[in-house]
């Protein structure tokens, strides 16, 4: 078995969409505020493991970074944004956007590092016990 998931799935689209509708002009939200987000767009409910994978795969291509208690959208998912033609459609953009982007198992390493810094855990628990959901 593959010791990380080397594909977009749907939910990195929904996680990313969250954090582009939750980040508004800072560029970066805390995760309760994109998990709620994540919701508000279609009743999405991301598993912590869905936000787990997702981060590290959108920080193993430079799209999110992490700065204090804050996921950030990097200035190079921005510019590979705001060129994204026929936006009408966020989520189909989105997710053609991603598929432009190789995922390598050796650029997870170090997200996930960081991501247990980030005590993704901790903090997907606390969102949890203040707003329920499921795990």
């Keep these: 078995m593959a010791k990380y998931n080397l594909t977009w799935q749907d939910t990195d689209v ?14 970066g939200a805390p995760l309760h505020e994109i998990l709620l987000m994540a919701d508000a767009v279609d009743g999405t409910v991301l598993t ?6 997702g981060l590290e795969k959108l920080m193993s291509v430079g799209y999110v970074a992490i700065k204090k208690n804050k996921l950030l959208l990097t200035p190079a998912f921005l510019q590979d ?7 009408e459609d966020e989520r189909k953009a989105l997710e053609q956007l991603l598929q432009t982007k190789e995922l390598k198992a050796e650029n997870l390493d170090e997200p996930k590092i960081l991501i247990k ?7 997907y628990q606390a969102y949890l016990e203040q707003f329920g959901g499921e795990e």
Aim: glycine share 8%; proline share 0%; no cysteine.
């Design 48 to 53: 912590h493991a869905d936000v787990e994978q």
């Design 14 to 27: 929904q996680l990313l969409e969250a954090m582009l509708l939750a980040s508004g002009e800072e560029g």
């Design 117 to 123: 810094k980030y005590k993704l855990k901790n903090q």
């Design 81 to 87: 944004y705001e060129s994204i033609d026929g936006a």
